[in-house]
């Protein structure tokens, strides 16, 4: 009775809020111009006069300064593209900073020019467009007003696997270079009301050798590392007269290549080797049905090009959270996030045509529909995919609803998703939930969900299949901020669409946090204090799982270095014993230890960077020492070199028993130019006792046409088997060929 109760407080309340009105903000006039661009990579003709200008203040080192090299920015429009000028001029030529012509260059040694676009001026999301002195196309997607840092692990705010059709040149002048952009609005998403259409604008340039960037408007530092980023600090733009364009984009593709495979056998007393050859075919719709409204469609969908996730050891107890890289599943996704407690989400788009070990599964088909009708964001997507060995077909769906709601920083919305299986039970659940801007900088969110009962039939009156949190943070980088929350998680509360890392718990998290910025005469950008306790308890029993108390120190020079130290007391209630390899378990007990952990960032303004994480102290019963360290050596505008290790040492002296865990990954990357690149990585992970390789050749001349050559191999250690069999050479090895090629009605 008391679950019935809160699920109708909180859709009583999100209904309420979705009935307020919201209020506008000052917007910035864009003329439309009927004049015409010799499009050359230098805005000198008579169109670039008419154009709005906009001038750049410093966002780092030296807040609101004037910034240390001149900048000229211009953005107008004409019926099919809007138009972005700059001339990014250096009182020295000579220190431009040109280390890159790569596509999706993540890399912030290379002097950068860009601009952001929040095109439902929603304040949360918005799409970026950048590039290079070398002239590289970089967009990316923005979610979550850019809360998100990056991580190793590859969460984040920033989507650079989103793609769009757009174009770029730039050209060396005498005193620096320069840049025009040409972006279709047939690849924006936008509303339109009364003939006028409102969008977000974050211009940013980064000065590599003064580890500078500088920003329009002017986006205070205070609100973190991404601030210059966050869709809620853009300015309004507005424009008139834009027509709806609604191409079709239609993008066959074909793909030929062999498998081979070595397997052993269940008998464990032999590799059987399998040869596949494979030639197969497919095509992407997209329909843009109205201005702010979009259709996909795809048959027989291949992912061959995508990369590999990037191997990890895992000393939790917990699953480990792996980022969506296939393109389909890019556009407008932030549409379809559901959070939940710290990486877990109820739609998880690596749960369609992925089994649990990350291993293809064939997608026969689907559709998927995003953008906003009214004033709601809505998405919904449609996927089968097709029986592969214990795998059966399947049908995943989802369905997505948002708005705006009291101001521009407040939203309510709600999901279904659905899982449907030809051999398995039947899944579905449900959620509401709501984020609200209350004051300042302070925002409460909130959320509940339900998922059906084992079998599938019934979603349960009792708390069992519930989830539920709530939160109220203070989002500033200076002064005083926090962070209250607290969630439950349902024993039987399992979302077959989604990603839980935690079931069965319940708990709160506190965090107190004040920081600094020192200002224009210090060598210190900023630092800040922080406490943290955390706390889940199983739901089951009420044991506590885990407790996590102790302070934190952070600071960022000017210069770019980056370091970070905590001190932890931790107690860990494991209920159930589990293994961490074959030879190592941690057994069922409560386990309270100290342990600290250290990070340093390099400026990665520079050629060479590099992160680099310590952690050590009481582990369980035992001990663990992990060290990581992962540099980036841009060698020149055609080389790039990237690595990354990590090596965990564990030791339970009590009961005799001692792990050493490395994972190690080279990068290699050479572009020929910005249309033809060949890159190449090779990961080692001995807990798996596998080795992965890849390499990978691509031509793009134009966005939307592509050839890939691809390779792959994994090979055993000689280690991944203990019978006394010979491994064989490799355990699967593939190359593929595939081309696409879009045409556009």
């Known amino acids: 009775m008391k679950n019935k109760i809160f699920l109708k407080l909180v859709a009583l309340v999100l209904c309420a809020f979705s009935s307020i009105i919201v209020y506008g903000q000052d917007v910035v006039q864009i003329a439309k111009n009927d004049g015409t661009v010799n499009f050359d990579g230098v805005p000198d003709e008579a169109f670039w006069l008419k ?40 009182q020295d030529p000579a220190n431009i900073v040109s280390t890159s012509k790569k596509r999706d260059e993540i890399s912030k040694n290379p002097d950068a020019f860009g601009i952001l676009l929040d095109t439902y001026d929603d304040n949360e999301n918005a799409l970026a467009f950048f590039t290079m002195p070398a002239g590289q196309r970089i967009d990316f997607a923005v979610s979550n007003d850019a809360q998100m840092m990056p991580s190793i692990y590859g969460s984040t705010s920033l989507n650079y696997s989103w793609n769009t059709f757009w174009d770029v040149k730039t050209t060396r002048t005498s005193t620096g270079w320069a840049v025009e952009m040409r972006i279709p609005f047939s690849s924006l998403r936008f509303q339109e009301v009364n003939g006028r259409v409102q969008m977000g604008l974050l211009i940013n340039r980064g000065v590599s050798h003064n580890n500078e960037l500088d920003t329009y408007p002017a986006t205070d530092p205070k609100y973190g590392r991404l601030a210059a980023n966050k869709p809620s600090l853009a300015q309004t733009i507005e424009l008139a007269g834009v027509k709806s364009k609604k191409p079709v984009y239609i993008a066959p593709y074909v793909t030929a290549g062999v498998e081979k495979n070595n397997e052993l056998n269940d008998a464990e007393t032999a590799f059987d080797s399998s040869k596949d050859n494979k030639l197969t075919g497919g095509v992407d719709i997209k329909y843009s049905l109205t201005s702010n409204l979009t259709m996909d469609l795809t048959v027989n969908t291949d992912f061959a090009q995508v990369e590999a996730d990037d191997e990890q050891v895992n000393l939790t107890r917990y699953a480990l959270f792996f980022p969506e890289k296939r393109m389909f599943f890019q556009e407008r996704s932030s549409i379809f996030d559901f959070k939940l407690s710290g990486p877990s ?22 559709a998927r529909l995003t953008g906003r009708m009214g004033k709601w964001d809505m998405g919904f997507m449609d996927m089968q995919t097709q029986q592969k060995n214990e795998n059966p077909s399947e049908n995943f769906g989802v369905l997505r609803f948002r708005r705006q709601v009291i101001n521009t920083n407040s939203y309510v919305g709600a ?115 922080d406490v943290t306790l955390y706390e889940t308890h199983r739901v089951t029993d009420g044991g506590l799982e885990t407790g996590m108390y102790g302070p934190g120190f952070s ?36 386990y309270k230890t100290y342990n600290a952990m250290v990070s340093l960032m390099s400026p990665v303004s520079k050629p060479l960077s590099a992160t680099v994480l310590m952690t050590g102290g009481q582990f369980y019963d035992g001990n663990n020492i992990t060290a990581t360290v992962q540099p980036i050596y841009n060698l020149s505008a055609s080389l790039q070199f990237s690595a990354y290790y990590n090596f965990s040492h564990v030791v339970f002296a009590d009961r005799n028993q001692e792990m050493n865990a490395h994972v190690g990954r080279l990068k290699f990357l050479y572009m020929y130019n910005t249309k033809l690149s060949l890159s190449s990585f090779i990961q080692f992970n001995s807990v798996n006792d596998v080795m992965v390789s890849n390499f990978r050749l691509r031509y793009n001349p134009k966005e939307g046409n ?26 699967n090895r593939t190359i593929q060929v595939k081309y696409v090629y879009t045409f556009q009605l």
């Open 345 to 366: 989400k109820l739609f998880y788009s690596r749960r369609i045509g992925l089994d649990e070990n990350g291993y293809p599964t064939p997608i026969l088909g689907g």
């Open 555 to 590: 600071m960022t020079t000017k210069a770019g270095w980056y370091t970070k130290l905590d001190l932890n007391y931790r107690i860990e209630g494991v209920d159930i014993g589990f293994d961490l390899d074959d030879n190592v378990n941690v057994p069922a007990d409560e």
């Open 706 to 731: 592509d050839l890939y050559l691809v390779y792959n191999e994994i090979r055993p250690s000689k280690d991944y088997v203990d019978n006394g069999l010979d491994e064989p050479k490799f355990l």
């Open 415 to 529: 999901i279904m998703t659905s899982r449907v299986g030809a051999d398995i039970s039947d899944s579905y659940s449900y959620g509401l939930d709501g984020i609200f801007r209350v004051f300042g900088d302070d925002y409460v969110e909130v959320g509940v969900a339900q998922t059906t009962d084992p079998d599938g039939t019934d979603f349960s009156a009792g708390k069992e299949n519930t989830f539920y949190r709530a939160s109220w943070e203070r989002r500033s980088e200076v002064g005083f901020a926090y962070d209250f929350s607290y969630q439950y998680t349902g024993e039987k509360f399992d979302p077959q669409v989604g990603f839980l890392s935690k079931y069965a718990t319940k708990g709160p998290m506190l965090k107190f946090k004040y920081g600094w910025l020192p200002g224009e005469e210090s060598k210190l950008f900023n630092y800040n204090v």
């Open 51 to 90: 154009a709005k200008q906009f001038d750049l203040v410093m966002h780092i080192p030296n807040y609101e300064a004037a910034p240390s090299e001149e900048t000229k920015t211009y953005i107008s429009y004409d019926d099919n593209f809007l138009w972005v000028g700059a001339f990014l001029n250096y």
